[in-house]
């Protein structure tokens, strides 16, 4: 069962680390990101507290006076986004002013896998290109207060330390046997297992940053998943971002 397990994750990491991979993410292992720090993941505040007094903001669909709302508007329809800046500050800094900047309109969701994940952010619409808002990759921003449940927006990636502009919306609404399996052999709080009911994608948590939850809309997102997809798992036709709006 547990090389069971194994073979499962790791085979879901690879898949969705090829959905990130890019040429200017090819050889960055030794680069800094733009404010000067190394690629490194970054243990947050909030990792150092009780767990007995972590907070679990994806848990709520109200948005906190420290939270952030995003309107997602694409050609299926409205996707509602909190965003969570106290605990993956970089991340939704990079998100955030892309948005304002119009980077993300007109953009296609260049990877669509049912029951797993959509995925966006690309401006060459091939999975290889975009940057971040500092011209260059920036660290993991991992958090025990997030994870990748359904619904959760997170940083696509091609390794370590390599975020630039694209993200996915976990879709996963199914768990399989093995996946609960993972669940029940890891030390989750209880509060996010029961979440994970739900469905999610827990094999890529501290695998990629989890930096917003949608609140409304994951009909849309549960569309755009099912749309008919050709080679590399594009859509046949293409499903677009119009507008990111952050509603200040």
């Known amino acids: 069962m ?14 969705l680390a090829a959905c990130g991979s890019n040429n200017n993410n090819a050889d960055t292992n030794d680069k800094k990101t733009g404010n000067g720090t190394t690629n490194e993941a970054v243990d947050t505040k909030d990792d150092e ?29 409205l996707i509602k986004i909190k965003l969570f800046p106290k605990y993956a500050p970089k991340a939704v800094e990079n998100f955030i002013t892309h948005s304002k900047e119009g980077y993300y309109d007109g953009l296609i969701f260049h990877r669509v896998i049912k029951d797993f994940m ?11 290109g975009g940057e971040s808002i ?14 990748n449940l359904r619904g959760a927006l997170s940083m696509a ?29 890891n030390n989750y709080p209880q509060e996010i297992r ?5 469905g999610g994608t827990p094999w890529l948590d501290n695998q990629h940053t989890v930096f917003g939850q949608v609140i ?24 677009k971002i119009n507008k990111i709006t952050v509603k200040e």
């Open 49 to 77: 507290a009780e767990d007995e007094n972590r907070e679990y903001p994806q848990l709520s669909s109200e948005v906190g006076e420290d939270e952030v709302l995003v309107d997602m508007e694409t050609t299926m329809g």
């Open 216 to 239: 409304q809309g994951m009909d849309v997102v549960d569309k755009i998943a099912n749309v008919k997809t050709g080679s590399q798992d594009k859509p046949a036709e293409d499903v």
């Open 194 to 198: 029961d979440a994970y009911q739900k």
């Open 118 to 128: 959509i995925q966006g952010g690309d401006p060459t619409g091939t999975g290889r």
């Open 157 to 185: 990636n091609a390794g370590p330390g390599t975020n630039g502009s694209q993200f996915f919306i976990v879709q996963n609404s199914n768990l399989d046997d093995d996946t609960k399996d993972y669940i029940d052999a």
């Open 134 to 147: 500092w011209k260059d990759n920036f660290e993991d921003e991992f958090s025990k207060s997030l994870y």
């Open 2 to 15: 547990k090389i069971r397990i194994l073979f499962l994750v790791t085979t879901l990491i690879f898949l």
